[in-house]
């Protein structure tokens, strides 16, 4: 084959990203990443500048469990139809339209409360964000399913994580480098965080403008007959068992007593990296580094780290099996937590800050993906949707309620001390992935 012949093969096989369908992921996955790091991160700085207590912060981040639940309420929003909408837009449209115009509103309610006054009202608020923007999550994941041929699925899925990530610098980097813009006077300057996140709400019209301007993907129509008889509600429940029960069940019946030590692992794997994360952001304010030093340290540069741990992860599971790699993760992701115990005993150091979000993003990178890859391992093929979203939540709301308790512990132990509980918080995860390494386990 001729050099030309080649190039053009090349650029063939590439121009799938030109494609509509596929562009259009891209501004999807961007609404998509955009409203999480408003709910956690982000939201724990404004919190801490506010003077609001560490233990207050950590219960807040409660309000992401929405994303660990939202497998309850996919059914709905798979089988409903939208009032009204669902006729001028169409099934999956109408919930893309509806639950981004609710989230610009939700984002908004955010901005115009300053927690300084009225505190009980920002975690009512925030919780609005995570559930409306987990029911987008699931909405644009049917979309995207139901939007594609085969050949532009991976493209599709590749383009949605760009813009997701690309969504969530903006979300963390993005929304600190603009509070601090805003700033007027020294110290707190709730305007300034309200500009911030009124922005923000501005930017979700990306995923709101896509929706409109997209057409509504062939699937099949709904019944939209909500009445039954007891015949039908017979059928009705039958339904829900086969939703929910018959997958839970398979996956016991297919890996047995080893289902035991497989929910040990997927419960506890991001235990450490969560609850030393919700008060990461708290950890920085306190060592004095300004939102500005973390914007471009933790939520730029950080991130890009993550993205080439996650490449490594990659090829690494491929030569060495997705066990090996699954247990480097979970043991770098426990150390490194170590690391910040140096920091904290530093003074004002950004060499040694770049140094540790360094080695910490490589690991959570290395660590997520592989872990990732361990989850679709066990999905069966008859129950591959269902069964993921049950792990997947599974893996989240474990680590996400510990987090909850995450300011109270470190009130009581001091950052040195803190860090190193949740370091040792990953032993019971390296213990079960050694057992299964042990067993010569596999899915």
């Known amino acids: 084959m001729s050099i030309i012949s080649l190039k053009s093969s090349f650029i063939a096989s590439f121009s799938v990203y030109a494609e509509r369908n596929v562009i259009r992921l891209f501004l ?3 609404s998509a990443g955009l409203p999480i790091l408003l709910v956690f991160s982000s939201l724990s700085f404004w919190l801490r500048e506010a003077g609001v207590d560490r233990s207050t912060i950590g219960y807040m981040s409660w309000v992401a469990l929405a994303y660990g639940f939202k497998w309850i309420w996919s059914p709905a929003i798979d089988k409903i139809p939208v009032p009204i909408l669902s006729a001028i837009l169409g099934r999956r449209r109408s919930w893309l339209f509806l639950t981004q115009l609710c989230l610009i509103i939700s984002i908004c309610a955010m901005a115009l409360i300053d927690p ?3 505190l009980y009202l920002v975690p009512i608020a925030a919780l609005a964000v995570a559930f409306f923007s987990a029911t987008q999550d699931i909405v644009i994941d049917a979309f995207r399913i139901e939007s594609g041929n085969n050949k532009q699925q991976a493209a599709m899925a590749a383009t949605y994580q760009i813009g997701y990530r690309l969504a969530m610098i903006v979300a963390s980097a993005g929304v600190l480098l603009l509070a601090s813009a805003f700033e007027s006077t020294d110290g707190y300057d709730y305007l300034a965080w309200q500009k911030a996140y009124l922005t923000m709400a501005i930017l979700m019209l990306v995923g709101l403008l896509t929706t409109l301007f997209s057409p509504e993907p062939e699937s099949s129509v709904v019944n939209d007959d909500v009445t039954f008889n007891k015949d039908k509600k017979n059928s009705f429940i039958g339904s829900l068992h086969n939703a929910y029960i018959t997958p839970l069940l398979e996956i016991v019946s297919r ?8 929910i040990i692992l997927i419960a506890t794997y ?7 994360g919700v008060m990461a952001n708290v950890f920085y304010v306190d060592m004095g580094y300004t939102k500005s030093d973390i914007a471009i340290a933790s939520k730029t540069y950080g991130l890009i780290l993550t993205l080439t741990g996650a490449l490594l992860a990659g090829g690494l599971v491929n030569k060495y099996g997705v066990l090996k790699i ?4 979970s043991i770098l992701s426990a150390l490194t937590n170590i690391l910040f115990i140096a920091l904290s005993q530093s003074d004002h150091n950004l060499t040694l800050l770049y140094t540790v979000i360094s080695i ?6 290395l660590a997520t993906t592989a872990f990732i890859a361990f989850l679709s391992s066990l999905a069966s093929k008859e129950f591959t949707a269902t069964q993921y979203a049950f792990l997947s939540s599974a893996m989240l709301l474990f680590p996400k309620f510990l987090g909850g308790f995450s300011g109270v512990w470190l009130e009581s132990l001091g950052y040195t001390y803190f860090f190193t509980m949740t370091a040792l918080l990953g032993i019971p995860t390296a213990l079960a992935i050694l057992y299964l390494m042990k067993q010569k386990w596999h899915a």
């Open 28 to 30: 999807l996955g961007f």
């Open 116 to 118: 300084q006054v009225d």
């Open 255 to 262: 890996y047995k007593w080893h289902a035991l030590v497989l």
């Open 270 to 276: 991001r235990v450490s990296d969560i609850v030393m």
């Open 326 to 329: 699954l247990f480097i993760g």
């Open 360 to 365: 910490d993003n490589l690991s959570a990178g």
